[in-house]
Structure formats: C-alpha cells, structure tokens
C-alpha cells in the first residue's frame, strides 16, 4: 500500500501543492488530475523518488520510501520521455532497460510483451523507423517486462490511437486485477472500468 | 555490463561520434611536425607534450555527450530510479566512455610518436602513460560533464572546469617521457599516474552519481 500525507512542492518562491494526502491500496488506480502547470509530474516524481520530498511523507506499506529498497525495486515510472535510444531495436531497449533495473528477461518475454502491444513483428527495427505512436507503445511494454506492483504513469495514453489506448487499459485492468497498483496522470479519461479508479484533483 | 555492451553498440553504429575525436588526435599531432620543420631534436623535445595535450583535448571533446544523451531521452531517470547502484552504472558508463574515446587513442600513440622521431623505449614508455592516464582523463572528466548536464554553454562550462583538473595528469604524463629520454627512469612517475587513477577510480563515480541525481531533481 501506497501511502501519501500532507506532502508539498514549491519550485523556487512559487508553491505548486500542499497538503495532499492520498491512499493507493492492492488492485486500484487513482487517476490525478489538474490543470496544466498544477504539479501533476512534479507530484510523480516526488512519489517515485526522483525528486526530494522537502514536507510530508510518501510511504510503502508503513515504511518511508527514500532508500527503501523493497519500494526501488516494486515501482517503475514512466515519464514524457520515452528512455529508448534511437539506434537501437525495440528489443534491445527494453533488455537494456530490465538489466539496469537489475532484472535479465529472455528475449521470448520481450517478444510477448510487445505483441500484447501490437508490435509484432517490429522487434528487431531500430525505433527511429518507428511512428511516435510505436516508440510509445513499445515504452510501454516494459510495464509487461519489468513485473513491477506500482505503475507510476505520466499521461500513458497521449500520442496514442484508440486500439493502442485499449490496449493500455487492458494491461492497466489486468495488472490491477492481480493485485497492482497504478497512479496515472492523464487529461483524458482511463480506458478501464470506473470502479477500479479512485480520481484525485490537484488544486495550487 | 549491461551499460557497457550497450554504449558499445550505440556507439558503433553512430561511429562519425568516435571518429571525431580519434581523427582530431592524429590530426593535432600531425600538425606540429608539419609546422616545426625536420628539428629532430626539438620535435623530439615537445612530442610527449604534444600528444598528451592531443589526448587531452581529445578526450575533452567526447565528454559533453557522456550523459547528454542520457539525459535527453530520459535513460538517466531510469538509472536513478534502479535499485542497482547508480555508481555502478556511472562507473560502467565511464568504462565505456573510455573505451571508444580513450583506447584507440593508447593503440594510435606509437604511429604518431614516430612522427617525432622518439625511440622504441620512449614509446614504450608513453604508451604506459596514455595507458594510465586516459581513463583517469575519462574518470575526471566525467565528474565535470554530470555537473554541467542541462546548463546552457555547457561545452564551454565543461572544458574551464576540467582542463585545469587535467594538469596534474598532464605533468606526470608527459614528464614520465622526458624523464625516460633524459636516462632517469620513469617508473616514479607512472607510480604517480597510477595511484591517481585508483584514487579517481573509487571517488569519481560517485560524485557524478550525486551530481547527477541533482541534475534530475
């Protein structure tokens, strides 16, 4: 269980949020929401421990989540930038990426991974070949080859076509339905079932 | 290892980015005989300095891309946020760094220094120096490249911060060829090199790696 309590962010004199405090229990979503400049990726950043909590507390099944190595190795976030290098596949992207998450995934997970995406057959094209749309997805997959429990998303669903969209809404339902946990910025609606998504508002 | 074979692989399909700095090497130390003239003797004189002042500079101007790449698409987020260490990681970037910037230049040294009419010992000997010294230009100079990441001039920034950083490795460099040209030996000095290479080898990442998670913050 993810547990967030009175934390704030300024960015130099400005404040940008304080006082949010929100619950993420096994098998939800929370879906944050706000305006444009309200803190949504600075929040995300915050809860995945790039960014330094300067008040309030993040915590990981009671315990805090700076150097907590059971939290290090149970989240993946994921933001604008892809992490995936031109030059390279699809395929050697992502096993570069579970190898500095410290995991070795045999090339048949990969393959999976990105079918489930709907990139079949495009494993082995260097990903400056591929459409913004198809780096996206396959940024995605790692959310399939990582196995981590706490997706942390920024805005997962933009840039991609409405069978892609679906697409994550079934891997975001699956992975909430075996127990998963999932704090998603997006401007648009989740593709998954209402019941699964608790819905939080960022106000400055 | 991961980090290694990775960089390895980028970089050699990108391979204008490690061509650069090698054909700078030869071509700034080609410059100087052509420029001096058949003085054998005073070629003989400058040419330790000459090429690792080459090395120098070389290895300078691959720095700026050691984690702007990294950091532009998003990769560096991903190794802080690993649970495997980011030293580690930064170490391994290091390694590699040298490896396509500082290697060939160690491989190159012999070819150029006979443009300076250097004999076989002296060689020898300097190839030992570029062979210590590269990675420890690597290791210092990657410190400076995670504390300039994402400042504007950057490139600029970069060289005023590690050049002078660079000057002991410099002396002890090139000074352990003149030393073995004067009849004195040169194994003190390439004591030297090497002791601070190993002190560079265990600080160095991990300065960058906290640079670098300020960076990102």
């Known amino acids: 269980m993810l547990s967030v309590t009175g934390l704030s962010c300024t960015r130099g004199e400005r404040r940008l949020f304080s006082g949010v ?73 992502l096993q570069f990426d579970a190898a500095i998450a410290g995991r070795t995934v045999t090339a048949e997970t990969v393959r999976s991974a990105l079918k489930r995406l709907g990139l079949k057959g495009r494993e082995h094209l260097p990903m400056r070949v591929l459409s913004q749309g198809q780096k996206h997805r396959a940024a995605l997959a790692r959310l399939l080859v990582r196995q981590a429990t706490l997706w942390i998303l920024d805005e997962p669903v933009v840039a991609l076509d409405v069978p892609a969209q679906a697409a994550v809404g079934r891997l975001l339902e699956a992975h909430l339905e075996e127990g998963g946990m999932a704090l998603v910025t997006s401007h648009q609606a989740l593709p998954i079932p209402h019941a699964l998504i608790a819905s939080y508002r960022l106000q400055g | 290892m991961a980090v290694i074979r990775r960089d390895v692989s980028l970089a050699l399909r990108r391979k204008n980015e490690i061509m650069t700095s090698v054909f700078f090497f030869v071509v700034v130390a080609s410059l100087f005989p052509l420029g001096i003239g058949p003085e054998m003797n005073t070629l ?41 260490s980011l030293p580690g990681l930064v170490g391994a970037k290091i390694l590699a760094h040298w490896l396509l910037s500082g290697l060939p230049l160690v491989i190159l040294s012999p070819v150029l220094a006979l443009q300076f009419d250097l004999n076989a010992q002296a060689i020898e000997v300097l190839m030992a120096t570029l062979l210590l010294g590269t990675p420890l ?52 000095h390439l004591s030297i090199l090497a002791a601070m290479l190993l002190v560079a080898a265990v600080f160095s990442p991990w300065a960058c790696a906290s640079a670098l998670r300020i960076a990102l913050e």
């Not at chain 1, 939290?71 to 892809?82: N, S, V």
């Not at chain 2, 500079?57 to 690993?82: I, K, N, P, W």
């Not at chain 2, 002890?172 to 004067?182: K, P, R």
Request: hydrophobic content about 50%; proline content about 3%; aromatic content about 6%.
């Open chain 1, 21 to 93: 405090d929100f619950q993420l229990k096994a098998g939800t979503c929370l879906h944050l929401q706000g305006d444009n400049g309200a803190g949504k990726t600075s929040l995300l950043r915050q809860v995945s421990g790039l960014s330094p909590v300067a008040a309030g507390q993040v915590s990981w099944y009671g315990q805090p989540v700076a150097d907590n190595e059971s939290f290090r190795a149970q989240r993946i976030y994921l933001g604008h930038e892809l992490a995936m290098k031109d030059d390279l596949s699809a395929m050697e992207n």
């Open chain 2, 137 to 188: 230009l690597s290791l210092i100079g990657a410190v400076g490249a995670a504390l300039t990441l994402g400042v504007r001039g950057a490139d600029v920034l970069l060289s005023l911060l590690v050049l002078p950083l660079y000057v002991p490795a410099l002396v002890f460099g090139a000074g352990a060829v003149q030393a073995q040209t004067a009849g004195l030996g040169a194994s003190a």
């Open chain 2, 44 to 84: 003989r004189l400058i040419a330790p300095g000459v090429l690792w002042v080459g090395a120098l500079l070389a290895s300078l101007l691959s720095l700026g891309r050691l984690f702007a790449g990294d950091h532009q698409d998003g990769t560096l987020e991903q190794m802080v946020l690993s649970s495997a």
